[in-house]
């Protein structure tokens, strides 16, 4: 029975050959299906052991009397080369099962190759506490201030391959929100490509602005903005990077949803306009200057769509950029002029002048025509005062010029410091405006009954980020 024994151990080895190599690599869900499988497999050796041992029972000879020719045709030799190289299914027939000490080592590969893809995403976040004061506000200014949880994020980091991944998700105290969520791949040294939610390429990047406020640009959606769409990032030298991208749409394709990340148009009322179909331009040269440091000089177009829901037509939307952004030892000097139109296909009744935006849960109309001028400016410093080891002090001020009927200024100017302690990122900002919207203002550009009031507001947030 000894040529029978090598038979069936063939067969069974080969059945488990077949396997292995029809397999590709895979991930946590299917191990555990695997190890599943165990006690199956193990009641069908059972049942073959059963089996060979009625055909010893069967057979006069013991091991010398050995058939001439198989009975049947799966344990003939030419069957079992046939299941060594991978081709049992093509004749038919039902796999073999592996081995359990087969299976063993099938399921410690796997869990290898998962452990490689855990390994290559990082994972972090941050918990922030925010302190605000508002001058505008009487209960504030009665209670002194209020000290509450701002935002708790997740952040996921990696490549797994050639590909990298992105992504961040935030939870306000009213709203939860995506920040972005894209995949990236690398052509070469020269070009990246970022598929998903990203950072729109317009203007200063990646922040316009030093303090936890932004400037005025980021509530008129052209600082920090996310959008649904394709870019690339194009370094052909150490001189320029070039941008160019394509959004469909913003983040959310729901515009009725207020609680988001991004400053985009949203639908409300009889504002149903929302932004579609936008391309992007940058432009950007690094200069390197002898004996002061650096200066990054740059163009930005942007171009897109207006549809209204009510009238189901199109209008268009534009913005065009000039930027500057110097770093000259510890001092940091930015420079940026907008211009930008909204032109919204509105039913009739509706005033084309404004469009409403929003974000944190709070729509609010802007002037539709525009032009906008920022100058920030900024130092670095570095400390040792316990666990204080840098941070900076800043002014970010933001000039807008409503280009539309009805309308008046809006201002917006931060004067802070930031510090770095360990993990622990806090802001301390001072904010004043005139007509402008999150400072106490009814929108920006409007001639409403806050245009001509200046308010202010103190505001202490303090980030632990890991």
Known sequence: MNRLHLVLLLGLLGGAAGQAIAQERETDPEIRELRQQIEAMQAQLDSLQTRLSEIQQQSTGGDAAEPSEPSDPRSGPEYAAAIDAGDEADDGVEPQAPTPAQLDQRISSLETVADDWTSAIRFGGAVRLNYAWRDYDEGSKDRVGDFELELFRINADGEVGDV???????????????????????????????????QVPFGILPFASHGFWFGGTYYLGFEDDYDTGVKFIHKPNEDWTFHYAFYKNPEYADDSRFGRYSFDLVTGGDQQNSETNQFNLRGERHLFIDGLGTLDVGLSLQQGR?????????????????????NFGRWNFQLQGIRYEFDPQNPVGVDDDFVQTGAFDFPFLMAAKGDVYSVNLARRFNVSLGPITGGACYNDFTFINPKVRDSADSIQNVTGCSIIAGGVFAYFDWITGKNMWFVGGDGIGRNATTAGKWRSRLNVNIGFYF
């Open 164 to 198: 990298k991944l992105s992504a961040e998700w935030r939870r306000y105290n009213d709203f939860h929100a995506i920040h972005h969520a894209w995949v990236g791949y690398e052509f070469n040294d020269e070009i990246e490509m970022h598929l998903g939610i990203s």
């Open 306 to 326: 207006v549809f209204n829901d009510f009238t189901q037509r199109k209008g268009d939307r534009y913005a065009v950029a000039g930027h500057a952004d110097a």
